[in-house]
């Protein structure tokens, strides 16, 4: 984890360079639209201890953890400008949330008569389209306050549920807020969360909480 964190301050370091360098040009972000990437908190609503391939429903151990963190990108493009005092903007997010490894019994080697316990990881995908309402008009236009009142989420359980499926879908809402550091660069925080419909046979419901950076386009 210290490593992927020093990648990662060595990548932000790089991009904030970059963009002290671009925000020279007069008028560069002016279509509205971010990529932006987030890491943060995540929590499940219920934990998945004691299914099949969680943990071998609890033979050796319990993988019943319900926080963790989430990572995740994601491209916002401008669809109506200055409809009332904002924007209506178009996300497409991509998200990974792990929520618990720990040592239990492996599934696959239980089927076999073995006993071997390893870690396994709880966690998620999720892909996210959604409509965002972003106010660009307070402070002189570099606090940029959001919310998403409905958006929709496909789901990517893994291990697998009781029922062998991973697949799901579920509604999106999250709201944030972002400041204007540089003409292109904004750092920001939200909170989201989805409800799952629970086809895999259990419900993923979940939330992240995280700090973000945009590049402004």
């Known amino acids: 984890m210290v490593k992927k964190m020093s990648y990662l301050s060595v990548l932000v370091f790089a991009i904030i360079l970059l963009t002290s360098v671009l925000s020279a040009e007069p008028g560069f972000a002016e279509t509205g639209g971010q990529v932006f990437f987030r890491y943060g908190t995540s929590s499940l609503k219920n934990d998945r201890g004691k299914q099949v391939f969680t943990d071998t429903l609890g033979t050796a151990g319990t993988n019943n953890d319900k926080s963790g963190w989430n990572v995740s990108a994601g491209l916002d493009t401008a669809l109506i400008r200055k409809l009332g005092p904002g924007d209506i903007i178009g996300e497409i997010m991509v998200d990974y949330s792990k929520y618990s ?94 409800i799952a419909s629970g086809e895999p046979n259990f419900k993923g419901n979940h939330s992240t909480a995280s700090v973000y950076m945009g590049i402004n386009f």
């Open 101 to 194: 490894q720990k040592q239990v019994r492996q599934t696959t080697s239980a089927l076999l008569g073995g006993t071997n316990n390893t870690e396994v990881t709880v966690s998620s995908l999720e892909v996210v389209v959604a409509p965002k309402y972003r106010l660009d008009g307070i402070a002189g236009g570099k606090l940029r306050p959001w919310i998403i009142p409905v958006g929709l989420a496909f789901l990517v359980n893994s291990p697998p549920s009781n029922d062998t499926t991973y697949l799901d879908i579920g509604y999106h809402m999250g709201a944030g807020v972002e400041y204007m550091v540089l003409d292109i660069l904004s750092v920001g925080v939200d909170y989201r969360y989805t």
